[in-house]
């Protein structure tokens, strides 16, 4: 019966040592699986937190697609409300253009209309001052006329006054000296 006890104590001796290598064995295990469920619950909360932080990421990301969106379409309006405006100004500025070209002929017209008016009344002036120097050279020539008539006739009345001073002068000469001294010169009286 002892080998008997001894077999089975050996037997238990042999199964105690599977035992505490299996109980070492699943402590090590266990351990190990701590360690890796400590890493994974570390990587699950880093997980955790990037996808939070990627959510974050999204909802910015999304907030951010629509403010672009918004941007893009106040600029497109702007960009459209700009070339409004400047077509507007544009017409504008065609049509200031046109008026003033409008403008710049009519008073390029009214200029010409008055030099025109001015040459023509230049003429007329002229017309008139020569007419009236030309009736002025009339009159002075007509004066002239006069004059020389006056001056002939003056010369005829002086010469006929002289032919009979000077036929007094000879009568008076042949008539014997009665009265006593005759003038020498009958214009001295």
């Given amino acids: 019966k002892i080998t008997e006890l001894r077999g089975k104590n050996n037997i238990l001796e042999i199964r105690l040592d599977e035992a505490n290598r299996l109980l070492k064995l ?16 570390g990587s699950i909360k880093c997980l955790q937190h990037n996808l939070e932080q990627q959510c974050n990421l999204r909802g910015e990301n ?7 969106i918004q941007l893009k379409k106040q600029n497109e309006k702007q960009v459209e409300e700009r070339k409004v405006c400047v077509q507007s100004l544009q017409c504008e500025m065609r049509a200031l253009q046109e008026r003033h070209q409008r403008e710049l002929e009519d008073c390029a017209a009214d200029t010409k209309n008055k030099l025109e008016s001015k040459d023509v009344e230049m003429k007329a002036i002229l017309d008139k001052e020569e007419r009236v120097i030309e009736a002025m050279r009339q009159k002075m020539k007509d004066q002239e006329k006069d004059k020389q008539s006056e001056v002939i006739k003056l010369k005829m009345e002086f010469s006929a006054k002289l032919a009979r001073a000077q036929s007094m002068t000879v009568m008076s000469q042949l008539q014997p000296q009665a009265s006593g001294v005759i003038p020498q010169h009958i214009f001295k009286r």
């Fill in 62 to 68: 999304e907030k951010l697609k629509t403010v672009i």
């Fill in 26 to 41: 699943s402590q090590n295990k266990e351990k190990h699986l701590t360690e890796e469920k400590n890493g994974l619950l």
